[in-house]
């Protein structure tokens, strides 16, 4: 029975972690819940519809563990990535952990049974990816990309300033700069400035699979929502492509889903 651990269960990436397992037919028994903050032990919460407490991390908790989910901040992760044992492998959910394991998209790069230690580039990066790679063997060259990203990828603490800068909006007041967001967010879109970033990551994650690799230009905007990617695609390709062609190849994916109507945003996501 294979087992998981999620490091900072009670990160908003772990939750979904949380969920996502325990939707997936994993028990309550396969799955430990561990934090790096003191504040967040002995959290009472639920997995695979069984009450759950999350432990403190330790070295001896990932002893037995297949996978670990490392969740959070980098910072807070060098013990835990430190402790990581050689028989399991370890999944780094912080996007700027690229350079300490490998970075990759399920789907996209190839043998990742290469690495115990694999990073998620950030999730504009795995958006892109599996929109791209799949038009590669078409002959697709070059592209430029737009995306929209949330207030979440910021955390919990962004969601709570977005949310005050709503109510202060809907009472008439002017929302003041925070932590986060230096002017107002919300009902807004302004420039981001991890576009050099994304680039770079992306590039790797193509690189690794295809010779020549798309050169892809990327423009990153802050959205004054709370979750949810947007994104538009100009792609070019060697020779003349149509829309049909491109729609089966999305189609094919197993990891893209097309609708037939109106498209969906953030909401119906």
């Known amino acids: 029975m294979k087992k998981y651990a999620i490091v900072n269960a009670t990160d908003l990436v772990g939750q979904e972690l949380k969920e996502y397992l325990g939707s997936s037919g994993v028990s309550s028994a396969q799955i430990e819940l561990l934090a790096t903050d003191k504040e967040h032990v002995g959290t009472l919460t639920e997995v695979a519809g069984a009450a759950a407490?999350?432990?403190?991390?330790?070295?001896?908790?990932?002893?037995e563990?297949?996978?670990?989910?490392?969740?959070?901040?980098?910072?807070?992760?060098?013990?835990?990535?430190?402790?990581?044992?050689?028989t399991a492998r370890g999944i780094l959910l912080a996007s700027e952990g690229e350079g300490i394991g490998r970075l990759a998209v399920a789907g996209v790069s190839s043998d990742l049974s290469s690495s115990n230690l694999l990073v998620s580039p950030a999730p504009s990066v795995v958006q892109l990816a599996l929109l791209l790679a799949p038009l590669v063997d078409l002959?697709?060259?070059?592209?430029?990309?737009?995306?929209?990203?949330?207030?979440?990828?910021?955390?919990?603490?962004?969601?709570?300033?977005?949310?005050?800068?709503?109510?202060?909006?809907?009472?008439?007041?002017?929302?003041?700069?925070?932590?986060?967001?230096?002017?107002?967010?919300?009902?807004?879109?302004?420039?981001?400035?991890?576009?050099?970033?994304?680039?770079?990551?992306?590039?790797?994650?193509?690189?690794?699979?295809?010779?020549?690799?798309?050169?892809?230009?990327?423009?990153?905007?802050?959205?004054?929502?709370?979750?949810?990617?947007?994104?538009?695609?100009?792609?070019?390709?060697?020779?003349?492509?149509?829309?049909?062609?491109?729609?089966e190849r999305l189609a094919a994916t197993t990891r893209i889903q097309l609708v037939d109507d109106v498209p969906p945003g953030p909401v119906d996501a």
């Not at 407490?53 to 002893?63: D, G, I, Y």
């Not at 563990?65 to 050689?86: E, K, M, N």
């Open 53 to 63: 407490m999350v432990k403190p991390f330790s070295a001896e908790a990932l002893a």
């Open 139 to 247: 002959g697709l060259v070059r592209g430029s990309a737009t995306v929209v990203q949330p207030a979440s990828r910021f955390g919990a603490d962004a969601l709570d300033e977005l949310m005050e800068q709503t109510r202060k909006i809907l009472a008439f007041h002017t929302p003041g700069g925070g932590e986060h967001f230096d002017r107002q967010m919300v009902f807004n879109l302004l420039p981001s400035e991890d576009e050099g970033a994304v680039e770079r990551q992306l590039q790797t994650v193509l690189s690794d699979r295809f010779e020549p690799s798309p050169e892809i230009a990327v423009q990153m905007v802050q959205g004054g929502i709370f979750h949810g990617l947007s994104a538009s695609l100009l792609v070019e390709f060697a020779s003349p492509r149509s829309a049909e062609e491109v729609t």
């Open 65 to 86: 563990v297949d996978v670990v989910f490392l969740c959070g901040i980098l910072d807070d992760l060098g013990p835990a990535i430190d402790a990581l044992p050689s």
